[in-house]
Structure formats: structure tokens, C-alpha cells
């Protein structure tokens, strides 16, 4: 897993990860952040991606190996 060249999350995504982090379901996210739940899906696909992660689990291990997870605040 290695981070994209360069790429960091926007701060939608930092907040979705924050919310991930904390427990929230798609749809809460979706709903947190006046957001469609194919908006969260397509930025939490994307945030797989720009971590190398294949899965939701391994993308929050590599958001706090990045330190992007550091990098964001509730």
C-alpha cells in the first residue's frame, strides 16, 4: 500500500474518514454531511485508491499510517 504521488484528502474526504473512523454507516455519513450515498461511496473509492487500500478496513489503517487522520479535526 503507498500513497499516490502527492495526494492528500480533500477535506470532504478527511471528514469521511473521521466519520468512518468513528463508526458512522455510509448513510449517516451521507446524511452528516448532506451528501448522496453515492457522493460518501465515490469518495470513499477514490480514498482507496489514493491509499493503495483494497478494503475499508486497510484504508483506515493506511489513513493513520499516512497520517492523514492526524492531519484532521472534528
Known sequence: ???RAGQRPNSRQLRILLL???GYTDQQIADELYLGMRTVE???N?????????????LGAAATRLGWLGAATH
Open 42 to 44: 465515490r469518495e470513499i
Open 20 to 22: 468512518m473512523h468513528d
Open 1 to 3: 500500500m503507498a500513497e
Open 46 to 58: 477514490r480514498l482507496m485508491r489514493m491509499s493503495g487500500s483494497r478494503s475499508r478496513f486497510t
